[in-house]
């Protein structure tokens, strides 16, 4: 089974003028990778200093807090791809495959935030981002108008590389991990768990609430479990409180509630004014984490930093401040 993203959030019981601010208009949420049932929690996350991004430089476009990079499709593009950490298979548009008559694949089943549905696949022999090349793959083919772009790059393309993400210069870095690399300082870095490729912080907090956090890059919206809910609110509703509507690529609809909420804690930071939306999704019950508090960490909150940088094969995290942000550091949390 694959994981993929939901693309659309949407007010489903306010209009649009009504919502605070802070809740964007439309947003985006990505998936999870699913874990054995029962399976044990995570251990803490330790800080490590050593990572470095370097590599060759790919131009990116922002869409809200998304970044999209240039790739090549069986040597033909450059074609725009959405950046998704969240995704465990890379995902073409119907469109691309069938302006590049990509030979058709069997039907697999995709699980999304809002459930499994099965969908109709096409065989790549090669897709290649920069210098770096994965394939033969078989992905799914979505429509693109929920995609918003002609393609994901999920982990598969991304499970030896390096990648760090711009938001002020608008571009993705991307490297093979096995290159040498060296520590350029400044950056906050952590240790994350590895599961099913994806990368899970277990050093992270929501009002002093010990939280394992998935890096979600296709997410534009944080998403957080319903464990996480009642533990920050029991049954009560919160002041700011408000029903969205996620829609997935596939069309489907998850019932979700937002607020915004401080004292967001993510390795050696401390974030205020963080927009979370809580659902029971069924990726949290794939991952394992149904039963304890846990969010996907969206590109809504990764952009408030100045560069996320994620190393896949050695599981590591930096995270680096812009000048003048209003991110406080805080010495040491205890789990």
């Known amino acids: 089974m694959s994981l993929f993203p939901l693309l659309l959030a949407a007010a489903a019981s306010l209009p649009v003028a009504s919502l605070p601010p802070a809740i964007p208009q439309p947003a985006t949420l990505g998936p999870a990778a699913p874990a054995p049932a029962g399976s044990p929690l995570i251990a803490p996350a330790t800080i490590d200093n050593n990572l470095e991004i370097s590599g060759e430089e790919l131009e990116a476009e922002q869409l809200k807090k998304r970044l999209f990079i240039e790739v090549k499709v069986n040597d033909n593009g450059p074609h725009r791809f959405l950046v998704d950490s969240g995704a465990d298979r890379s995902v073409v548009s119907e469109g691309l495959a069938l302006r590049l008559a990509l030979p058709a694949g069997e039907s697999v089943k995709v699980q999304g935030m809002a459930g499994a549905v099965s969908v109709a696949t096409v065989e790549v022999a090669a897709l290649a981002l920069g210098q770096s090349e994965v394939g033969p793959i078989t992905a799914p083919a979505l429509p693109a108008r929920h995609l918003g772009a002609d393609g994901l790059i999920g982990i598969d393309a991304l499970a030896d590389q390096r990648l760090m993400l711009d938001f002020d210069k608008r571009t993705v870095t991307v490297q093979d991990s096995r290159q040498p690399y060296t520590s350029m300082g400044g950056e906050i870095l952590v240790t994350a768990k590895r599961r099913k490729g994806q990368l899970i912080i277990t050093q992270a907090s929501v009002r002093g609430r010990p939280v394992a956090a998935v890096i979600d890059t296709g997410s534009e919206l944080t998403l957080g479990n319903q464990a996480l809910r009642e533990r920050l609110f029991g049954t009560r509703i919160p ?69 996320v940088s994620l190393d896949f094969r050695n599981r590591k995290v930096r995270f680096t401040l812009r000048p003048g942000s209003t991110l406080r550091p805080f010495a040491t949390v205890q789990f």
Do not use: C, H, Y
């Open 239 to 307: 002041n700011g409180m408000r029903e969205i509507e996620l829609i997935s690529v596939t069309g489907q609809v998850l019932k979700a509630q937002a607020v915004v909420l401080d004292d967001v804690r993510i390795g050696g930071l401390m974030l205020n004014n963080v927009l979370i939306a809580f659902a029971d999704a069924p990726p949290f019950a794939l991952f394992g984490l149904s039963e304890q508090p846990a969010i996907f960490l969206g590109s809504d909150l990764l952009a408030s930093f100045r560069r």
